[in-house]
């Protein structure tokens, strides 16, 4: 059974950071590309960014120069440090796991996390 799940959300100050985590078990973790997404309140859920098995890396621009994507695959992890966070940043972050070609559309996402909500007060 495929698990994902995140942690590292919570409450911060506009300009602040947090680093989320997302623990998957269950799958052969190395071979799969991982994405974050964000689902605000009222809006669709949007690409944030992915990393694949070789470590690439994709942005959506709203993140880039902010956000850093990484894995450890001795860990089965994959991280999202958020840096300058913004109050539009507000959001119920979700890792997902695709173990096919990496893309930024959640329908090739194949698992998916129950999120963590991460807060930005201005």
């Known amino acids: 059974q495929v698990q994902l799940v995140e942690s590292g959300g919570g409450l911060v100050q506009a300009g602040g950071s947090l680093r989320l985590s997302c623990a998957a078990s269950?799958?052969?973790?190395?071979?799969?590309?991982m994405g974050w997404f964000r689902r605000a309140p009222g809006k669709e859920r949007e690409f944030v960014a992915y990393i694949t098995t070789r470590s690439g890396t994709d942005y959506a621009d709203f993140v880039k120069g902010r956000f850093t994507i990484s894995r450890d695959n001795a860990e089965n992890t994959v991280y999202l440090q958020m840096n300058s966070l913004k109050p539009e940043d507000t959001a119920v972050y979700s890792c997902a796991a695709d173990g096919g070609w990496a893309s930024r559309s959640p329908f090739r996402y194949d698992y998916w996390g129950q999120g963590t909500q991460v807060t930005v007060s201005s």
């Open positions: 269950g799958l052969t973790f190395s071979a799969y590309t």
